[in-house]
């Protein structure tokens, strides 16, 4: 279902946003981006400059907005960020806000963790319509970490530690259909074909790459290793498998 009304996102110059932007104008949307930095209009896109950390610039970034699909994201904040935006949407009677948050919030006890839980607290307890879409790693982060992983002259390899990574753009399918939608409240998470040690994530890297390393075993001791141990950062039953799998990525980034 289209909208007249511009459909702002937050995090639109992000991986994930650079996706959906254009499959947003392929659906008849008019994006408007909330962006730190101040950017020109184009192909279609408006862009707004605002802090949401900093609560600035948000309100005129939803007036006259009647869906919000929320990507920004950071490595702390994200509790903070989301509950000033949610004000913002509230104000004005914005209908739904879509947002994206990870597989594993409230369940794995680390401040990441934890602030995605407060960002899903605030979406869900701000009386705006909301949809929420837990996603696992995107490949690309994954990719970040095997690089610099592999780098190094020994790889820590911590055992407990299992990922399934999606592809971003399998995330931004998903999205799109959502801001479509209606308001659904949590919704099944999104993960990748397979749940991966990350020990072989580096490997399958290393080995792409021409490369070997030694691997060195690392606890990861108290809660946190628990967690991971008990895959509580992995898919819970009924979740929906994305069709692009990491060897796939990883032989198209290589390449």
């Known amino acids: 279902m289209n909208d007249a009304a511009p459909v702002l996102v937050t995090g639109g ?13 392929a659906a008849g949307h008019s994006p408007r981006v909330l962006s730190r930095t101040v950017r020109r209009g184009a192909d279609g896109v408006e862009y707004l400059a605002g802090d949401l950390l900093r609560d600035e610039g948000i309100g005129p970034a939803v007036d006259g907005v009647h ?4 990507l920004a994201g950071g490595p702390k ?23 994206i948050s990870v597989v594993g919030a409230g369940r794995v006890p680390i401040g990441y963790f934890k602030a ?3 960002a899903e607290r605030a979406v869900s307890e ?3 319509p909301w949809t929420t879409l837990r996603a696992a790693q995107f490949h690309d982060l994954v990719f970040t970490v095997v690089q610099k992983l592999g780098a190094l002259p020994i790889v820590p390899d911590p055992k407990v530690i299992r990922f399934q990574p999606v592809d971003s753009r399998d995330v931004a399918d998903r999205l ?20 991966y040690p990350m020990a072989d994530l580096v490997r399958g890297y290393l080995t792409a790459r021409g490369r070997s390393r030694p691997f060195l075993p690392v606890p990861v001791p108290g809660a946190a290793g628990r967690a991971y ?5 992995l898919a819970v039953d009924g979740a929906t498998v994305g069709t692009r799998s990491w060897e796939a990525f990883l032989a198209e980034k290589l390449r």
């Open 13 to 25: 110059t992000g991986t994930l946003g650079r996706h959906v932007l254009p499959r947003l104008l």
């Open 67 to 70: 869906t919000v699909l929320h």
């Open 77 to 99: 904040g994200d509790d903070r960020a989301a509950a000033n935006l949610m004000r913002a949407a509230a104000r004005v009677g914005v209908r739904h806000v879509v947002h």
């Open 116 to 118: 995605k839980q407060g």
């Open 126 to 128: 701000s009386g705006v």
């Open 176 to 195: 799109v259909d959502l801001v479509q939608g209606t308001p659904s409240g949590l919704v099944p998470e999104l993960v990748g074909p397979q749940v």
């Open 229 to 233: 141990r008990n895959g509580d950062n």
